[in-house]
């Protein structure tokens, strides 16, 4: 299995033997959202023999690690893969693990370009029967039975509220519930009516199992959506989805992003450091 221990343990003892630097924080991301590892100081490039590139520095002060892309579903990786650097940073000694997407927004209120912090999910995997942690437990990583009702904690969503207002982004920051489907293909309009009823307010094609295994490993987990598009709910509008609008769009609000997750950090260092 691709995620089991050894093979997990065997990349974590790599990544050691080529940095010194030890994270307490993890970066994932997203479509369009590379350019947040580009703000790091002291950083060092390890790219994988396949994509994302790991890149080690810090970021105000404190020690962090940015995956810049992510192994997705719909690219043929297995679930095991996808949740397989999850795994490697936890036996890095990562604490916070900082999740982010481009998503499509269904919550009618949403505009283009606003961020979404993520309260819940909806795993269409999950409900369907397909789990990243199917299979054999293995204690060292977690419990046989998680639990996902606090998945994405509250002390760590405060504190990025806090960053928002101190930042000015109150306007354009939301709350809500990000829903997977498997992708590539972007939803039908029926699709989205249904996510839509359901209680969804986001909808992507990543983050679910990532999540899923960080909650399983103790990792503390935020999760942040940046809502690049708004999903087709009438057979009437002629927008079309498309990734070039996507990365467009990830790309304005990029530097948004970047002051919020530097302020975020500078925000942990003072809430773990003893005074
Ligand atoms: O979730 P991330 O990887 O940020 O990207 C989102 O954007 C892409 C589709 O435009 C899909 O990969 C979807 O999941």
């Given at each position: 299995r691709r995620n089991s221990y050894e093979m997990c343990k065997e990349t974590a003892?790599?990544?050691?033997?080529?940095?010194?630097?030890?994270?307490?924080?993890?970066?994932?991301?997203?479509?369009?959202?590379?350019?947040?590892?580009?703000?790091?100081?002291?950083?060092?490039?390890?790219?994988?023999?396949q994509n994302p590139i790991l890149v080690f520095g810090e970021l105000n002060g404190q020690p962090c690690v940015c995956m810049q892309g992510?192994?997705?579903?719909?690219?043929?990786?297995?679930?095991?893969?996808?949740t397989f650097p999850i795994r490697v940073l936890f036996l890095l000694g990562v604490e916070v693990l900082i999740?982010?997407?481009?998503?499509?927004?269904?919550?009618?209120?949403?505009?283009?370009?606003?961020?979404?912090f993520i309260r819940d999910h909806i795993s269409m995997f999950g409900l369907g029967g397909q789990?990243?942690?199917?299979?054999?437990?293995?204690?060292?990583?977690?419990?046989?039975?998680?639990?996902m009702s606090d998945a994405y904690e509250q002390d760590l969503?405060?504190?990025a509220m806090e960053s928002v207002q101190e930042l000015g982004f109150v306007s354009f920051t939301r709350?809500?519930?990000?829903?997977?489907?498997?992708?590539p293909s972007y939803e039908t309009?029926?699709?989205?009516r249904v996510l839509q009823a359901l209680g969804a307010d986001a909808v992507g094609m990543s983050t679910i199992p990532e999540v899923i295994v960080a909650r399983h490993c103790g990792l503390r987990i935020l999760?942040?959506?940046?809502?690049?598009?708004?999903?087709?709910?009438?057979?009437?509008?002629?927008?079309?989805?498309?990734?070039?609008?996507?990365?467009?769009?990830?790309?304005?609000?990029?530097?948004?992003?970047?002051?919020?997750?530097?302020?975020?950090?500078?925000?942990?260092?003072?809430?773990?450091?003893?005074?």
């Open positions: 003892d790599w990544l050691r033997a080529r940095t010194a630097q030890c994270p307490k924080t993890a970066i994932i991301c997203g479509s369009g959202l590379g350019g947040l590892a580009e703000v790091l100081d002291n950083k060092t490039y390890i790219p994988g023999h992510r192994f997705h579903y719909y690219e043929g990786y297995s679930v095991g893969m996808v999740v982010t997407n481009a998503a499509g927004g269904l919550n009618p209120s949403f505009q283009v370009g606003d961020i979404m789990n990243p942690l199917r299979g054999p437990n293995d204690e060292r990583f977690g419990v046989r039975f998680p639990c969503l405060s504190l709350e809500g519930v990000y829903c997977q489907l498997a992708g309009i029926a699709e989205c999760g942040i959506s940046l809502i690049t598009n708004k999903v087709m709910m009438s057979y009437n509008s002629q927008e079309k989805a498309n990734h070039e609008e996507v990365l467009r769009i990830s790309v304005v609000r990029a530097e948004a992003l970047q002051k919020l997750v530097t302020c975020l950090l500078g925000k942990l260092g003072e809430s773990t450091n003893p005074l």
